[in-house]
């Protein structure tokens, strides 16, 4: 990564505006979910541990028009002193005269929580006076939130015009690790693509075919490459608008495009429908698949037996409903055995390596689902963009 990291800026007795992703879930006013303040601990630790203060920024939510109780970051506040050890200071604002004041007075070694970045309808415009405002707040800039670097909001692209600019750790290990797949990428190189639609997906298709050995489709992506190959897919969903890209896509991608062969279909979209397995040229009337079939899983153990990188984005069936996810944890589990680095892409993927029980074992989850997404596609983030290089 050619980007500067908090390791390469002096730290001492500097004011840090660190962006975080601490878009949390929440329920009843509490953090359900604290996996993403956790991942931002180490960057918060280390630039304490080197003499600075610290204030941190996130958003939380879709608040609509203002601040809200509902979307306040105080309770994630809460529990990141709890992580700490110490206590963090809980702004009424992320910019205005009292946050000045509450900034201007933080010692090294002390936190602030500013509020929510969402109260303010400029953040999502990249509106440059708000992050001129928020910039007056610091000496430094650092953004550890990989999951909102995908955006050019004022706390993620403007303020990194007004200050130098770094990268946390969490940022420095998502580059490095989706940086691999896309720059130099090992090989046998699989990647893996699922998720519902081929129109979400059509760019990390193309760049992936570009750069992997084999490409596995999966989820209702898959039933669109099947149809466009002249299969009768009956009740599954088929992107009719997309056939004639599928076409185009098998049309130049050889062999290395793997697609299902058998299916898991139901009887109708619902956790508790009748299912069978059946081969994926003969879906009876009525069905619509759901999930990869056992043939398929042993395909999927094959291609994968020798790879040494695979990166994975997108379910391969509904894993939200138990009697569709074996295939999506059975692909889970042939991951965690395998001897490959191992990148999972955010969002689904990551919370069935969770589900499955493997996500330890799996070299790098990745904390964006779209962000991820946009990266493999080869696009430039606007939120590493905007950061100093080395």
């Known amino acids: 990564m050619n980007k500067k990291t908090v390791k390469d800026i002096e730290l001492k007795g500097k004011r840090v505006f660190m962006r975080v992703d601490f878009n949390v879930p929440m ?40 601040p809200s109780a509902e979307f306040s970051l105080a309770a994630a506040a809460e529990v990141l002193a709890g992580h700490l050890g110490i206590p963090v200071k809980m702004a009424p604002d992320c910019v205005g005269p009292e946050v000045e004041k509450m900034a201007a007075a933080l010692q090294p070694g002390e936190v602030l929580m500013l509020e929510n970045t969402r109260f303010h309808a400029g953040e999502e415009k990249n509106d440059l006076e708000l992050a001129k405002q928020m910039a007056a707040l610091a000496d430094i800039y650092v953004n550890d939130a990989f999951g909102s ?96 890209t599928a076409k185009t896509i098998l049309a130049h991608s050889g062999d290395k495009l793997i697609l299902p062969v058998d299916a898991v279909i139901a009887d109708k979209f619902d956790a508790e429908a009748n299912t069978q397995v059946v081969d994926v040229d003969s879906i009876p009337a009525g069905w619509r698949m759901l999930d990869v079939g056992p043939k398929t899983i042993e ?32 692909l889970a589990h042939l991951l965690a055995e395998s001897s490959a680095i191992t990148v999972i892409g955010g969002g689904d993927s990551a919370s069935a390596v969770k589900k499955a029980g493997v996500a330890k074992q799996m070299t790098h989850v990745s904390t964006g689902g779209g962000a991820s997404l946009e990266f493999l596609e080869g696009k430039e983030l606007p939120g590493v963009a905007a950061l100093n290089d080395k």
């Open 299 to 330: 395909t999927y153990k094959k291609v994968l037996s020798d790879a040494r990188l695979v990166v994975w984005n997108g379910p391969v069936g509904v894993f939200e409903m138990p009697k569709f996810a074996e295939g999506t944890f059975a």
């Open 27 to 66: 329920a009843d006013g509490k953090v359900t979910d604290d996996k993403r303040i956790k991942a931002a601990l180490p960057t918060i630790k280390y630039v304490l541990e080197q003499g600075a203060s610290v204030m941190l920024a996130s958003h939380l939510g879709r608040p609509k028009g203002g």
């Open 149 to 244: 670097a995908h955006r050019a909001h004022s706390s993620t692209e403007g303020i990194a015009r007004f200050l130098p600019a770094v990268s946390g750790f969490l940022m420095e290990q998502e580059l490095e690790y989706l940086g691999r797949a896309i720059a130099n990428p090992e090989h046998p190189y699989v990647a893996i693509l699922g998720g519902a639609k081929i129109s979400d997906k059509i760019l990390v298709v193309e760049t992936l075919l570009s750069k992997c050995d084999r490409l596995i489709i999966g989820g209702g992506m898959a039933n669109t490459f099947l149809a466009a190959q002249g299969l009768n897919m009956q009740d599954s969903l088929v992107e009719a608008a997309s056939l004639e």
